[in-house]
């Protein structure tokens, strides 16, 4: 069970705790931040003013109308704090599940020669422990001897256990996490409420979101809409009792609060929270909404080679014999020579034989084998038995081994490496006794469906990058094979830092992924960095999401949530200006036809009465926000295409649809208050 909760949006426990949330955010200094809709709330409380003030006075007039105007006001503005809610409820939801994970250990403090039991809130930063099978690790921290095993699941939800290990980049450990086996001494990172454990709590429960720039240049323009539709509102009353027909300032209020853009303002911030959320689903936390919303304007990504373009691990893929010598030949000494190779390319190796050539696995007692270990002297690795000796290593290591035996090296065996090289493979060269065999053909397995991704990002005008530590050759190769627009070879923490910069300073918003300290510097200055959970604490602390899962792919899945939150931001804006549009043109005439019987030609929905119309509005105004929540957290369909084709889809889809749809629904509202005789 992964530690992100699955629970649906629409869980009932979540409802509930939206539906209290929701009076609880009628405080105004909630309120103030959401504009459009602090109009509304104040909107509501100066109407239900006045119809106290009228009952006070005992001049209830239209005292059902007021009634009924001052209620859907209310309903309105609860059910954008409703959509908020929900929204948060989820990872309110996730954040308690990250609390449970989180239980009061005891740990093993080292001081000078002892070690001593301790409570592992009292940790602080610097001190150091030992941690041993079974123990559960009390804080964050960077291992700095020994190695072990640990189960990850608490945090990461994967059952798979993992290496930690002093040096390198898999020596950061995570609070809440169990030894399995083996024993460390881990250096404490972090002080008590500042763990990783600590920020993801306080993240996932919203307390640290700040708005984006877009989200903020969003809600310029639907402050600077609401004003115009306040001016416009305003000048009605003078024209009204210039006609003979004043407007009492509960219709004011009413046709205000249906003009402003009061969809969109209900839930721009359910939007953004449900785009955080999505992350969260694919255990990817977001250190801010900002990460999320850069994530969908990224121009260029930076992707490491090694387990994010390919597998990770070099294959065997062929034997290539040397003249005279048959393929099975080849394949049987390729084999012996790699049975005691653990490493994954020795493994293919033995794999291709059995495959390929019906080489079963060996009884290994019977061959009375002694096994020649790989060392960094001799590069090279073997077998020993009964009138064989079995070398295999890099070219130039084996020419050496055979010349040291009055032997050499065949000039097709040496052709046929250099032909492996340029193709951006590695070659191994198997000799036996003092006769060079061939040649075996390693390379870098490009994933399956990673050049069809690259094709999708490209037509969304995002530029692929490969940053790999492969010679140039190499690296040309693989990056062809791959799809990518481009390549970094040979790439250091100085190359892949001025690489962004370049990028940014043309005005492109570039993300990367990393997991080791050397990649901290790019990950900082990356727009997106995404940091594995596996790696080191620099890198963690450097990027501004972290994946939790340590899956270097996630980059593209992560660009694709940045990019449809905005494309669900931009329907549901398209779709709130195009509804006021509409509403305004439909409400209008239908107010003034009895003063003005010429506008009964624009009164194309033939709305029974002005009050009616106000009314019908206002419900319209409400129930479009109720209907059009589970599209922003759930967000529109995704799709890799370029922004003028989205802009045009909009524009057909939620235009069109933003200007039918209230003509619709409010004359279906209007027909329905008549007949129940509510106006």
Known sequence: MRMMNKKSSFNKEIIVEAARDAFRKLNPRIQMKNPVMFIVFIGAIFTTGLMLRDVLQGTTGNSSFALQINLW?????????????????????????LKSTRSHTKAKKISGNTVEIVDGNQLKKGDLLLIEAGDVIPSDGEV??????????????ESAPVIRESGGDKSSVTGGTRVLSD????????????????????????????????EIALTILLVGLTIIFLVAVATLEPYAIYSGSALSVTVLIALLVCLIPTTIGGLLSSIGIAGMDRLLKRNVLAMSGRAVEAAGDVNVLLLDKTGT????????????????????DMADAAQLSSLADETPEGRSIVVLAKQKYNLRERDLAALNAEFVPFTAQTRMSGMNMKGREIRKGSMEAIQKYVAEQGSFLPSEVRLTCETIAKSGGTPLVVAQNTKVLGAIHLKDIVKGGIKERFRELRQMGI????????????????????????????????????????????????????????????????????????????????????????NPTKLIEIVEIGKQLLMTRGALTTFSIANDIAKYFAIIPAMFVGTYPVLGIFNIMRLATPESAILSAVVFNALIIVALIPLALRGVKYQPVGADVILRKNLVIYGLGGLVVPFIGIKIIDMILVAFGLV
């Open 463 to 550: 530029k692929t990058v490969m940053i790999t530590g492969d010679n140039p050759l190499t690296a040309a190769a693989i990056a062809a094979e791959a799809g990518v627009d481009d390549f970094l070879a040979e790439a250091t923490p100085e190359a892949k830092l001025q690489m962004i910069r370049e990028y940014q300073e043309k005005g492109m918003l570039v993300a990367m992924t990393g997991d080791g300290t050397n990649d901290a510097p790019a990950l900082a200055q990356a727009d997106v960095g995404v940091a594995m959970n596996s790696g080191t604490q620099a890198a963690k602390e450097a990027g501004n999401m972290v994946d939790l899962d340590s």
């Open 309 to 328: 373009i390919t597998l990770g691990n070099r294959m065997a893929t062929e034997f290539i014999p040397a003249p005279g010598i048959s393929e099975s």
């Open 183 to 214: 024993w460390m001494k881990v250096r404490i990172t972090a002080n008590p409420g500042e763990t990783f454990l600590d920020r993801m709590i306080s993240l996932v429960e919203g307390a640290k979101r700040q708005k984006t720039p877009n």
């Open 73 to 97: 006001l209310w309903f309105t503005v609860l059910f954008a704090n409703f959509a908020e809610a929900i929204a948060e409820g989820r990872g309110k939801a996730q954040a308690q599940a």
């Open 144 to 157: 700095v001897e020994g190695m072990a095993t640990v189960d990850e699941s608490a945090v990461t939800g």
